[in-house]
């Protein structure tokens, strides 16, 4: 039995020696592209998730539309995506940066989203108060057709 973990144990420290790291690509996007490919990747993924129908019954590409967006094709981002993927430390750090874009992007939303709701919100009360002064028109109005006239 020992034998056979020996073996076992020799097989699989053999097997690991061998990984191949990709070779850098001719065309490689490079990081600071790729970190924006990525940051709109993960975009369209969310409208997918978020919304699949709507999505859907656009029409749109959305993956086609990225490829045209940064001008690449699907074999130079898979392979680009390899590259840096390889290195996981690497890796890690260029998702860093797309996580603190799309910070940067959804603190861009949430301000557009807080004026967009300060100024509807505003319409809002000045078409109320238009609206409770024009209530109160009628009222008076009704008022004094009721009331009996004197002669």
Not at 47 to 54: E, F, L
Not at 68 to 93: C, G, P, R, T, W
């Amino acid at each position: 039995m020992k034998l056979y973990s020996l073996i076992a144990i020799l097989i699989v420290a053999v097997s690991c020696q061998d990984v191949k790291l990709p070779e850098k690509p001719e065309n490689l996007i490079p990081e600071g592209k790729m970190i924006d490919v990525l940051t709109e990747l993960y975009l369209s993924n969310a409208v997918r998730t978020t919304n699949i129908r709507k999505a859907r019954e656009s029409g749109y590409k959305l993956d086609s539309m990225l490829y045209k967006k940064f001008v690449i094709d699907s074999l130079q981002f898979v392979k680009s995506h390899d590259y840096y993927s390889a290195d996981i430390d690497e890796y890690a750090k260029l998702f860093e940066k797309v996580k603190a874009k799309l910070e940067i992007l959804k603190v861009e939303a949430d301000s557009l989203g807080a004026k967009y709701y300060r100024r509807h919100s505003i319409r809002d009360s000045l078409r109320k108060d238009s609206l409770r002064v024009i209530e109160l028109q009628r009222r008076e109005d009704s008022i004094e057709n009721e009331q009996p006239k004197i002669k």
